[in-house]
């Protein structure tokens, strides 16, 4: 599967947005979906994931009650929403495709990534 993320951009802390994943291929459904991100000098970080038909998720202890994240699997789409968004949010975020929920060895398809940045 091929994924492109989308939605980043520049927000003032306490800001949201809402990212976008559109993937390629008529496997999307069968995939557990994850949301990724890095920031300068930092090691790649799991935010979110969703099992393939939705009814499971999962959230970095960092983001919980601030990020949502949801799929149209008819659409081949996943997306994050992120509330009150903080400057340590600020990172690429990249979208990434995954048959297991233990880390991001268990995610072999990756988007490009898209930056988000927040000004305090």
């Known amino acids: 599967v091929q994924l492109q993320a989308s939605g980043g951009g520049l927000v003032q802390a306490g800001g949201s947005l809402r990212l976008s994943c559109a993937a390629s291929?008529?496997?999307?459904?069968?995939?557990?979906m994850g949301w990724f991100r890095q920031a300068p000098g930092k090691e790649r970080e799991f935010v979110a994931a969703i099992s393939w038909n939705g009814s499971s998720t999962r959230f970095a202890d960092s983001v919980k009650g601030r990020f949502t994240i949801s799929r149209d699997n008819a659409k081949n789409m996943m997306y994050l929403q992120m509330n009150g968004l903080e400057p340590e949010d600020a990172a690429v975020y990249y979208c990434?495709?995954?048959?297991?929920?233990?880390?991001?060895?268990?995610?072999?398809?990756w988007g490009q990534g898209t930056q988000v940045t927040v000004s305090s």
């Open positions: 291929g008529r496997t999307f459904s069968r995939y557990i």
């Open positions: 990434a495709a995954g048959t297991g929920w233990g880390s991001s060895a268990d995610f072999g398809s």
